[in-house]
C-alpha cells in the first residue's frame, strides 16, 4: 500500500524509519484481514487481527478511542516479538491509515492519533527488554539462562529460588515508608478539614529532603510537583507562603502549578490534560512525586462512576514506571471513614488514608490520620502507619501517635524531670545532635526523649510533639 502524505509526515514524527521500512511495515500491517486464530502464524499477526476487528467494528467517531484503549496489548506483542518501539509505533500509524483516522488530512486527528501512538509506547516500552537483556533473571548453577533450559516457558514464573536471587532495588523513600518515588497513595477527608494544608507540607518537606512529624525525611532535596485544580492562585499563594514561613526554608526543587493558570484547563480523564501535565513534567526534567489536589476537580465525570478514574490510569502506571510517586488527594461522602465514590481508586493504591476531624480548642486544623491500607507496612516500619492525630497549633504542626496517653502515664517521667536532662543537652550546644548528645541518649534514651522535646518546644508538657 502507498501511504498519503498526510500518513507519511505523521509517521516521521513518531519515527525515525525511512520512507522505504515504513512502507513495508505498512504493507504488513495491511496484509493481515481478519484470520481464523488457527491459523495465526504468530502472535504479532494475531495481535493486529484482534485489533484490525476491534477498531473494524467499532463506529468511525470512536475509532481513535478504541485505538488507545486496546492498543497497548498489540504494541506489547510487538515489541515482545522483536520489533523495535519505531517499527511498533509505525504499525499502529498503518491501522490509522487503513482504517481513515486521520480524517482526511485533519490536522486535529493527525495530533491526537500521534498522541496516542506516544503515549501506548510510553507505557509499554518499558516492560519491553528483551530476556537476554534482562540483569534481573536469575542463572542456574549450570551457567545457561532460565529461558535457555528444555522444556521452560520463553517468559517467567519464576521459583522461589530465582524470586529470592532477583536483584531488586529498594524504594526510594521519599517520607518514611509512607512515600516513595513508586508508591501511589490516597488521602480523603471530608470538606475543610486541612486536606491542602496537609498536602502542601509534605510537599515542601520532601522537597527539601526534610522529615515530617514522625516520619524520616531523605536527607537530600527532590522534585515535588504539586498541582491544585480547585484554589485561586491568590489563596494557592498564601498557603504556600505559609508553609515555607513554617518550615523556616523555600525549597527551589518545589512547583506549585494552579490550575487557574492554565488556559481551558483540561481534566486528566481527557488526552488534552494529560499531555499538558506530561509536557510540565518534562520541561522540569523529571519529578520525584506529584501531589494531585484533588480528584474531585482534575478529573471530569462522575465520580461513583468508574469510567472517569479508569481512563487515567494508564497515565498513573506510566507515572510509576518512571520512578514518580504519587499522592492524590480526594474527598469523603455522608461516610466520612471511606472515600467518595468507586472503590476501585483504591484498588491500584499501595497506600490509603483517612483524614478524621478532632476537636481541639485554638485551632481549626486537627485531624487523625489512620492508614486503611498499607502494601509496605512490615513490622520493622509500622510505626510508619500507625493511626496518628495531627495538629496545626500556633502556627506550627504537632502531632501525638498511638497510644500515646496510656505509654506516658506508665512512664511518669514529671517535667522536672525533662527540665533537668535539658539542662544537660544545652550542654552539647551545637553538638545536640551529634557523637557528644548520643551518649546522653544511650544512657538515659526515655529521658533524652522528653527533654529534647522541652528544648524544642520550650513546653513543660511531655505529651507535646513537634516536628524538628
Known amino acids: 500500500m502507498t501511504a498519503r502524505p498526510d500518513v507519511k509526515r505523521a509517521l516521521r514524527r513518531v519515527t525515525k524509519m525511512d520512507d522505504a521500512q515504513l512502507s513495508r511495515y505498512l504493507a504488513e500491517?495491511?496484509?493481515?484481514?481478519?484470520?481464523?486464530?488457527?491459523?495465526?502464524?504468530?502472535?504479532?499477526?494475531?495481535?493486529?487481527?484482534?485489533?484490525?476487528?476491534?477498531?473494524?467494528?467499532?463506529?468511525?467517531?470512536?475509532?481513535?478511542?478504541?485505538?488507545?484503549?486496546?492498543?497497548?496489548?498489540?504494541?506489547?506483542?510487538?515489541?515482545?516479538?522483536?520489533?523495535?518501539?519505531?517499527?511498533a509505533r509505525a504499525s499502529l500509524c498503518g491501522f490509522a491509515d487503513r482504517h481513515h483516522l486521520w480524517g482526511g488530512g485533519d490536522r486535529i486527528h493527525e495530533a491526537e492519533i500521534i498522541e496516542v501512538i506516544r503515549?501506548?509506547?510510553?507505557?509499554?516500552?518499558?516492560?519491553?527488554?528483551?530476556?537476554?537483556e534482562d540483569v534481573d533473571m536469575p542463572k542456574p548453577l549450570n551457567g545457561t539462562s532460565v529461558d535457555q533450559r528444555p522444556g521452560r516457558p520463553a517468559l517467567p514464573p519464576l521459583t522461589l529460588s530465582e524470586w529470592d536471587a532477583r536483584d531488586l532495588p529498594s524504594p526510594d523513600s521519599l517520607l518514611g515508608s509512607v512515600v516513595s518515588t513508586t508508591n501511589r497513595m490516597l488521602i480523603s477527608a471530608e470538606t475543610g478539614i486541612g486536606k491542602t494544608n496537609l498536602a502542601i507540607a509534605i510537599g515542601l518537606r520532601i522537597a527539601a529532603g526534610d522529615r515530617f512529624l514522625h516520619w524520616d525525611g531523605s536527607g537530600k532535596p527532590r522534585k515535588v510537583l504539586y498541582l491544585d485544580g480547585e484554589m485561586s492562585r491568590r489563596l494557592l499563594r498564601l498557603r504556600l507562603r505559609s508553609e515555607a514561613q513554617r518550615l523556616g526554608s523555600t525549597p527551589a526543587t518545589f512547583f506549585a502549578l494552579c490550575a487557574e493558570d492554565i488556559d481551558d484547563f483540561k481534566p486528566l480523564n481527557t488526552q488534552e490534560g494529560r499531555s499538558y501535565l506530561k509536557d510540565v513534567i518534562k520541561k522540569l526534567g523529571g519529578v520525584d512525586l506529584v501531589i494531585f489536589d484533588n480528584i474531585m476537580s482534575l478529573i471530569s465525570g462522575s465520580m461513583i462512576d468508574e469510567i472517569p478514574w479508569?481512563?487515567?490510569?494508564?497515565?498513573?502506571?506510566?507515572?510509576?514506571?518512571?520512578?514518580t510517586g504519587q499522592i492524590w488527594i480526594h474527598h469523603t461522602g455522608h461516610n466520612e471513614m471511606r472515600s467518595y465514590g468507586t472503590?476501585?481508586?483504591?484498588?491500584?493504591?499501595?497506600?490509603?488514608?483517612?483524614?478524621?476531624?478532632?476537636?481541639?480548642?485554638?485551632?481549626?486544623?486537627?485531624?487523625?490520620?489512620?492508614?486503611?491500607?498499607?502494601?509496605?507496612?512490615?513490622?520493622?516500619?509500622?510505626?510508619?502507619?500507625?493511626?496518628?492525630?495531627?495538629?496545626?497549633?500556633?502556627?506550627?504542626?504537632?502531632?501525638?501517635?498511638?497510644?500515646?496517653?496510656?505509654?506516658?502515664?506508665?512512664?511518669?517521667?514529671?517535667?522536672?524531670?525533662?527540665?533537668?536532662?535539658?539542662?544537660?543537652?544545652?550542654?552539647?550546644?551545637?553538638?545536640?545532635?551529634?557523637?557528644?548528645c548520643g551518649s546522653y541518649q544511650q544512657s538515659d534514651p526515655l529521658a533524652f526523649h522528653y527533654a529534647l522535646l522541652w528544648r524544642v518546644t520550650k513546653s513543660t508538657d511531655p505529651r507535646a510533639r513537634l516536628v524538628v
Open 343 to 436: 472503590k476501585t481508586r483504591e484498588w491500584q493504591m499501595d497506600t490509603v488514608a483517612i483524614l478524621e476531624q478532632v476537636k481541639r480548642p485554638g485551632t481549626d486544623v486537627s485531624f487523625k490520620m489512620s492508614f486503611g491500607k498499607a502494601r509496605e507496612r512490615a513490622p520493622s516500619n509500622r510505626c510508619d502507619f500507625q493511626d496518628v492525630e495531627i495538629a496545626l497549633v500556633d502556627d506550627a504542626w504537632v502531632y501525638t501517635t498511638e497510644p500515646s496517653a496510656d505509654a506516658f502515664e506508665r512512664k511518669k517521667i514529671s517535667p522536672t524531670a525533662c527540665s533537668s536532662t535539658a539542662a544537660t543537652l544545652r550542654k552539647c550546644g551545637s553538638d545536640w545532635r551529634g557523637e557528644k
Open 29 to 87: 500491517a495491511a496484509s493481515v484481514r481478519n484470520p481464523e486464530p488457527a491459523t495465526m502464524a504468530s502472535d504479532v499477526e494475531h495481535a493486529i487481527s484482534q485489533l484490525d476487528q476491534q477498531i473494524h467494528a467499532a463506529a468511525p467517531e470512536d475509532r481513535i478511542e478504541v485505538l488507545r484503549i486496546e492498543g497497548y496489548e498489540a504494541f506489547e506483542h510487538f515489541l515482545g516479538q522483536g520489533m523495535s518501539d519505531e517499527e
Open 310 to 323: 479508569a481512563e487515567v490510569m494508564p497515565f498513573v502506571r506510566s507515572l510509576t514506571r518512571r520512578n
Open 119 to 132: 503515549e501506548i509506547s510510553d507505557v509499554c516500552k518499558f516492560d519491553a527488554v528483551p530476556f537476554e
